[in-house]
């Protein structure tokens, strides 16, 4: 009997309609039997990082929410844009926000980490460093085959409420699949 697994998606992108937050919607629906995918909370609620924050007044109420809700996940997907051949602004201040805490509620956590785009790339040029940022959390990530969606806004329906080439809901589902069993090895 396959082991139920909940895992939680992190949308590297604060834009409403964003691919990235659009694709993180349409995961459940392409998941495997055993696995269930939620959405966490926005990292857009968070604070521009300032230790001084934590020092004088403790975590902000959004850090405190997003902390427990991965701590309560079997594992993380991150899907993030490329910004400017890097990581987005607000992805890495989440990181490092979460880096502060203790526990880290992403040390040892199984991640995986998905990046689109409208463009040819798929935000290829992310994934080092969002890789090397997740690395220094002491994130058990699932490093292979990189998730890169290329020109999805033609791999999507017109609302972004799913994705319609199946080829690429194959290759989720797929990479889904393998990202349980990654989380599973413990």
Sequence with gaps: ?????????????LRKQSFS???GNCLESLAPAN?????????????LFNQDILDE??????????????????GV????????????GALKNALDWLSR??????????????TCSPGLLGGARAHPPIRNVLHALDCRILARPEVQITQI????APDLSAVTDTA???FITQRLSAFGAFAQRG
């Design 35 to 47: 696995i269930t995918i939620e959405q966490l909370p926005s990292i857009g609620d968070l604070p």
């Design 21 to 23: 937050r659009a694709l």
């Design 101 to 114: 805490l203790n526990p880290n509620p992403l040390a040892e956590k199984p991640v995986t980490l998905f």
């Design 77 to 88: 997907i991150i899907i993030s844009p490329e910004y400017n051949w890097s990581i987005p």
């Design 168 to 170: 690429t809901a194959e």
């Design 153 to 156: 806004k033609g791999k999507m």
């Design 57 to 74: 007044t403790g975590a902000p109420a959004a850090l405190t929410e997003l902390a427990e809700r991965i701590a309560a996940v079997d």
């Design 1 to 13: 009997m396959e082991k139920k697994l909940r895992f939680g998606v992190i949308a590297g992108s």
